[in-house]
C-alpha cells in the first residue's frame, strides 16, 4: 500500500518535473527541475529494490552532471527565449515524429517476447540474502576485478594525458610560497635602526 | 575468489603487474623529483622496466593457462608476442631520448606513457574475453593518441594526434558494435564459451558482429581500406612515436587479430577467411603502389607498414599452426628492419635541423658509409630480396599459404613484393648513386648502434632463422 503511493508520489513528480524542464522559461529554473526528475528517479530505483543504481543516480546525475549544466548555463550567455521562437511553428512536424516514435514503441512492447528460461539464464542474479549493493560489489572486485582495474588504467591514461597536452607552466609568475612564509624568523623580517631626528633612513 | 586462486592468477599476470606497477612508481618519482636530470633518469628507468618485463615474461609467469574467469590467458602465441613488445618498445625509447633531448621535448610523461600503452599492448596479446580485449586496446590506443600529439606546439603534430584518434574512436566504436552483436548472438563475452557458440550452425548475426570486429582491430593494424589515417600519422608524430607506431603497437594488435579469429571464431573460417583474403590483397596492393610516389621517407614508411600488414594477413589466412608461426617470425623481422630505419631517419640530422625527404639521403654512401650500409641492408631485408632475414619471413608467409591451398593469395603476395621492390631499390639507388647534397651531423650513441646492429642482424640472424626453423619442424608447432 505504502508502496504503491510512493510510486505513483514519485512518478507523478517526475512526470511534472520532466515537463517543467521543457517548459520553462528561465533556464536555471529548467536545471533545477531537472535535478528534481533525478532525484524522483532515484526514489523509484529504491523502490525497484536497486538502491546501488538509485545513489549513483544522485551522486553521478545530480552530484556532477546537474552542476555542469548549471554551471554552463550561468557562465554562457545563450538566449533562451530567441531558441524557442520557432516552437510553435515547429509543432506541427515535431507532433507527427512524436507520434510515430510513440507508434513504434507500442509496437515493440506488443511483440516483445521473454524467452521462459531468460530468467534463469541471468548472468547475476542477486544471491539470496544479499542486498544488491553487496552482490554488486562481489562481482566487481571479485569475477570483474580485471576489468574494473584496467579501466582505472584507463583513466588514469586520460588524466596523464590532458595534462601532458595541456598544462603549461608559466614562468616569471609570483608563486605563494607557504613554508617560506611560516619559516621566517623575526631577525629576518625585522632590522633594528637607530634613527636621529631630522636624519631619515636614506643613505 | 580464494588467496590460492588470485596468486596463482596474479602470478600469470606478472609482466603486466611490473609495467603497470613500475609505471605508477616512475610517475611518482618524476612527479617529486625536482632537477634537470628527472627526465633523462626516469626515461633510462622505463627501458630498464620494459626489458625486465619482457624477462618476467619469459620467466617469470609459470606454466601456461587461464586467469580471472578465463578473462585472460597465457600461451605460447602470449608469451612470444609479449618479449618482442616490450623488447621493440625499449629499443623505441631508446632512440626517442636524444630526439626529445635535442628537440626539447623531454618530459618524465612520455616514457611514462609508452610504458602504459605497453601494459595495454601485452595486455591485447593475452585478451580472451570481448570486454577484457576491448579495454586493453583502448588502454594502448589512449596512450598513443597522447604520444603523437606530444609534440604540442608543433602543429603537424597536433593534426596527427587529432585524426589519429577522432578515427581511433570511430574504430574502437566498431569494435564495440561487433562485440555487442557477438555478445548478443552468443551470449557470453568469454572467447572460451564464443567458441561453443560458433562451432553450431554460425548465425547471421554473429558474421555480422566478427565482420565489425574485423573492421575494428584493421583499423588498429592499419590494413586496407582502413588505412587512411597511416601515412598523416606517421608523417606528424615525432619520428621516434612513428618507430613506436610502426613495430609494438602494430605486433600487439595483429597477434590480438590472430587470436580472436582463430580462437572463438575458429568454427567460421569459411565466413571469415574471405573477408582476410580482400584485406590482405587490398592492403599489399596500396602498401606497395601508394609508397610508389611518395617523397617523404616517413610516409614512404607508413605506406611499407600497411603493405606488410597484408603479408601478415596472408599468415593469418592461411589458419594453421605454421600460419601463425610465420606470423610471428614474419613480424619480429620487420619490427627489427623498422626500427633500424628509423634509427637511419633520426640519423638525419643536419646542423639546422631534422630532414625527412628522400632526395636528402643523396650519395649517403659516400659521405657515411656506416649508415650507407646499414640502411641498404635492412631496405633488402624488408623488401625482402633473397638472402636476408626480411626474404625468409615473407617466404614462410608464402610458405603457410600454399600450405592451406590458398594458392591465388600466395601469387599475389609474391606479385606485390616485387613491386614494393622497386621503391626500396630507389631508396638504395638514392644513396648509392646521387650526388651528395647535405651532410648530416654525428649521431648519438643510441641511435647510432640501433642503427648498426639492425643492419648487421638482416645478416647475422640467418642462422638463428636456421635453428628456429629446425625447431619449429622438427619438435612440431603449438604456438596457439
Known sequence: MLATLAFWAFSGVLIASAFMVVIARNPVRSVLFLILAFFSAAGLFVLLGAEFLAMLLIVVYVGAVAVLFLFVVMMLDVNFTELKQGFLSYLPLGAIVALILAGELVMIAMTWQTSPQAEALRAAATPEGMSNLEALGLILYNDYIYFFQTSGLVLLVAMIGAIVLTLRHKSGVKRQSVTAQVGRRREEAIEMLDIKPGQGIGE | ?480
Open chain 2, 1 to 480: 575468489m580464494t588467496a590460492d586462486m588470485l596468486s596463482h592468477d596474479l602470478s600469470l599476470l606478472t609482466p603486466e603487474l611490473m609495467l603497470a606497477g613500475g609505471a605508477m612508481a616512475l610517475l611518482m618519482l618524476g612527479v617529486f623529483l625536482k632537477g634537470a636530470g628527472t627526465p633523462r633518469l626516469v626515461h633510462l628507468l622505463t627501458i630498464g622496466l620494459l626489458v625486465a618485463a619482457g624477462f618476467a615474461a619469459l620467466f617469470l609467469t609459470g606454466d601456461d593457462g587461464q586467469a580471472f574467469g578465463g578473462a585472460f590467458v597465457l600461451d605460447a602465441l602470449a608469451k612470444y608476442s609479449k618479449v618482442a613488445i616490450t623488447l621493440a618498445a625499449a629499443v623505441a625509447l631508446l632512440l626517442a631520448l636524444p630526439y626529445l633531448e635535442s628537440e626539447k621535448l623531454s618530459k618524465i610523461e612520455f616514457p611514462v606513457l609508452v610504458a602504459l600503452a605497453v601494459t595495454g599492448m601485452v595486455m591485447m596479446v593475452s585478451a580472451n574475453d570481448l570486454i577484457s580485449m576491448y579495454m586493453a586496446v583502448e588502454l594502448q590506443s589512449l596512450a598513443l593518441y597522447v604520444l603523437a600529439a606530444f609534440n604540442r606546439d608543433s602543429l603537424r603534430a597536433s593534426e596527427a594526434g587529432l585524426k589519429y584518434f577522432v578515427l581511433g574512436a570511430l574504430s574502437s566504436g566498431l569494435l564495440l558494435y561487433g562485440a555487442s552483436l557477438v555478445y548478443g548472438f552468443s551470449g557470453s563475452t568469454g572467447f572460451n564459451e564464443i567458441a561453443i557458440a560458433v562451432a553450431g550452425e554460425p548465425s547471421i548475426g554473429l558474421i555480422f558482429g566478427l565482420v565489425f570486429v574485423i573492421c575494428g582491430l584493421a583499423f588498429k593494424v592499419s590494413a586496407a581500406p582502413f588505412h587512411m589515417w597511416t601515412p598523416d600519422v606517421y608523417e606528424g608524430a615525432p619520428t621516434p612515436v612513428t618507430a613506436l607506431f610502426a613495430s609494438a603497437p602494430k605486433m600487439a594488435a595483429i597477434v590480438l587479430l590472430a587470436r580472436v579469429l582463430l580462437e572463438p571464431f575458429g568454427g567460421m573460417i569459411d565466413q571469415w577467411r574471405d573477408v582476410i583474403w580482400i584485406i590482405a590483397v587490398l592492403s599489399m596492393g596500396v602498401g606497395a603502389f601508394g609508397a610508389l610516389t611518395q617523397q617523404n621517407f616517413k610516409r614512404l614508411m607508413a605506406y611499407s607498414s600497411i603493405g606488410n600488414i597484408g603479408y601478415a594477413l596472408v599468415a593469418i589466412a592461411a589458419a594453421s599452426q605454421t600460419g601463425i608461426w610465420a606470423l610471428l617470425v614474419f613480424m619480429s623481422l620487420y619490427m627489427i628492419s623498422v626500427v633500424g630505419t628509423f634509427g637511419a631517419m633520426l640519423s638525419m640530422r643536419t646542423r639546422e635541423g631534422m630532414v625527412e625527404q628522400i632526395s636528402d639521403l643523396a650519395g649517403l654512401a659516400q659521405t657515411n658509409p656506416g649508415l650507407g650500409w646499414s640502411l641498404t641492408a635492412l631496405m633488402f631485408s624488408i623488401g625482402g630480396l633473397p638472402f636476408f632475414v626480411g626474404f625468409f619471413g615473407k617466404f614462410f608467409v608464402v610458405f603457410s599459404a600454399v600450405q592451406s591451398d590458398l594458392l591465388i593469395l600466395a601469387v599475389l603476395a609474391v606479385l606485390f613484393s616485387v613491386v614494393s621492390a622497386a621503391y626500396y631499390l630507389r631508396i638504395i639507388k638514392v644513396m648509392w648513386f646521387d650526388a651528395p647534397e647535405v651532410n648530416f651531423v654525428q649521431p648519438a650513441m643510441s641511435i647510432y648502434w640501433v642503427t648498426r646492429v639492425a643492419g648487421w642482424s638482416t645478416l647475422l640472424l640467418l642462422p638463428a632463422l636456421g635453428w628456429m626453423v629446425y625447431r619449429a619442424f622438427s619438435v612440431g608447432l603449438d604456438v596457439l
